[in-house]
């Protein structure tokens, strides 16, 4: 995307001295005399600037009193916009000026800002295990991008401009998804609470991380408790995202009951959907159980080696992740049961009830670690 990056006053001169030094591919003596230096086939002779995969041009803008160098950034694989940001800050501070902001013309990626926020976070010794809304923001401010105006995430971020939002769950405040469940309505139901109650239990294990990066005297390991933090993140993504995925695929089965069913091949029809749904109704769950069971050892991590003032708080994730678990099973029972291809049936219960046996024996290791602090 293009990216402008805006720096104090110093003459167009100095603003192209500064264009050159970082895009791709510049002819030589371009920006000292106006005149291309060519070889002796007539050929520009070119110069490496400091960033593959980037353009760039200078200029001055009266407007808002600054020099500007507008990027485009042809392959943020390559370059992403942090980096580019950050060269050229560096270029500016060598010549004593001073980048004040940037401006994004466009859309951009999610990834290029969550990466953004990462990478700035980590550059102050801070854990980068933080929400999504958290590293956006971080990115936003550490790239100016709100320098010239407000810089409206819905609206800028490519995802965000794409999704549709409105029947979501997740994005229910949390009296509204109470009062939801508490309605004679049958979802969200047990598969999402379960999935919601093992996010808020792999939360709590980030924040007692997230803790710890912070913690006085422990400014060696922040890193350790970041890339904790930042896995964590990910359980709980992935568990939010279950909340709706569950409800949807109860929807599902609903709907293939719906089909209609008065000729030999409808009903034939109507018994396929109904089974595909069904089936897709039991992995929500069981992927459930198998992310809240592995987000347990991140929260016995935390109960061993995380702030101790925060230990309690790791004992209460892991009840939470017992009981999305637990919770996640029945569902994976219930509609096991009308499922009718028996080695498929078989097949999962077993593997369901080891996931479940051994989430109680990890619940009771982290339970025993967490009282060893009172």
Not at 57 to 74: C, F, H, P, R
Not at 89 to 111: F, H, M, Y
Not at 203 to 221: C, F, H, P, Q, R
Not at 303 to 317: Q, W
């Amino acid at each position: 995307p293009p990216f402008h990056d805006h720096s104090q006053r110093r003459g167009i001169q100095q603003t192209n001295q500064h264009m050159h030094m970082i895009r791709h591919h510049t002819p030589v003596d371009e920006f000292v005399s106006g005149e291309i230096v060519k070889d002796e086939q007539g050929n520009e002779v070119r110069i490496l600037g400091s960033l593959k995969s980037v353009k760039a041009i200078g200029w001055y803008i009266k407007e808002y009193d600054v020099a500007q160098i507008s990027m485009n950034l042809t392959n943020i694989s390559i370059t992403p916009v942090h980096i580019a940001f950050d060269e050229v800050c560096n270029k500016a501070n060598e010549r004593g000026i001073r980048v004040t902001g940037s401006e994004l013309v466009g859309l951009i990626p999610l990834k290029s800002l969550l990466d953004a926020g990462t990478y700035f976070l980590k550059k102050q010794g801070r854990s980068a295990g933080v929400s999504e809304k958290e590293l956006i923001h971080i990115a936003v401010k550490s790239l100016g991008l709100d320098d010239l105006g407000p810089f409206i995430p819905e609206e800028k971020i490519i995802e965000y401009v794409m999704r549709d939002s409105a029947d979501s769950l997740i994005d229910l405040k949390l009296t509204e998804f109470a009062d939801e469940t508490a309605s004679e309505s049958p979802a969200p139901g047990g598969g999402s609470v379960a999935a919601y109650i093992g996010s808020l239990g792999i939360s709590l294990a980030t924040m007692v991380a997230n803790l710890s990066a912070i913690k006085k005297g422990w400014e060696s390991d922040w890193e350790y408790f970041s890339d904790w933090a930042e896995k964590g993140q990910f359980y709980k993504n992935e568990l939010l995202k279950c909340v709706d995925e569950d409800t949807n695929s109860f929807n599902g089965i609903m709907e293939a009951f719906a089909l209609p069913k008065n000729t030999e091949s409808e009903k034939q029809s109507r018994t396929i959907a109904i089974q595909a749904a069904t089936k897709y109704a039991i992995e929500v769950p069981l992927k459930v159980m198998k992310l809240a069971f592995s987000s347990m050892e991140i929260i016995k991590i935390m109960a061993e080696k995380g702030n101790p003032n925060s230990a309690s708080d790791a004992g209460v994730g892991a009840l939470c992740a017992r009981s999305a678990v637990l919770g996640a099973f029945l569902n994976v029972k219930i509609n096991l049961s009308s499922f009718k291809d028996v080695n498929y049936k078989t097949s999962v219960l077993m593997e369901a009830k080891e996931i479940a046996r051994k989430t109680e024996i990890l619940e009771k290791e982290i339970l025993e670690m967490v009282e060893t602090h009172f």
